[in-house]
């Protein structure tokens, strides 16, 4: 059974850091897409981050680019998402998300994703 655990959301100050981890279990992942997935409250779920499960194929949203890296290590069953120079607009509940098929057309589709975690809130406020 696929299970995901996201965990390191907290609330910071603008311009501070977090590492959120997604953890997994009940499958193997080395062959499986793990995405990153924001939601904001009265806004829709938007991809942020995804890697293929043989990290040929890395993605990021516009809005995240050069202030976020997105990390695997199948070792450990986890995948990080470092966030650098976090912005009041990033704050939102943070999702992992993993298919087989998933993260390989330019497009970060929640619909592409079968399996999710629960989620981790990351709010970015003065």
């Known amino acids: 059974q696929v299970h995901l655990v996201e965990s390191g959301g907290d609330s910071v100050q603008p311009g501070g850091s977090l590492r959120l981890t997604c953890t997994a279990s009940g499958f193997n992942m080395d062959t499986y897409a793990i995405g990153w997935f924001r939601e904001a409250p009265g806004k829709e779920r938007e991809g942020v981050s995804c890697i293929t499960g043989e990290e040929d194929i890395i993605q990021y949203a516009d809005s995240v680019k050069g202030r976020f890296v997105i990390s695997r290590d199948n070792a450990k069953h986890t995948v990080s998402l470092q966030m650098n120079n976090l912005k009041p607009e990033d704050t939102a509940v943070y999702y992992c998300?993993?298919?087989?098929?998933?993260?390989?057309?330019?497009?970060?589709?929640?619909?592409?994703?079968?399996?999710w975690g629960q989620g981790t809130q990351v709010t970015v406020s003065s």
């Open positions: 998300a993993t298919d087989e098929w998933a993260c390989v057309t330019p497009t970060m589709a929640p619909i592409s994703y079968a399996f």
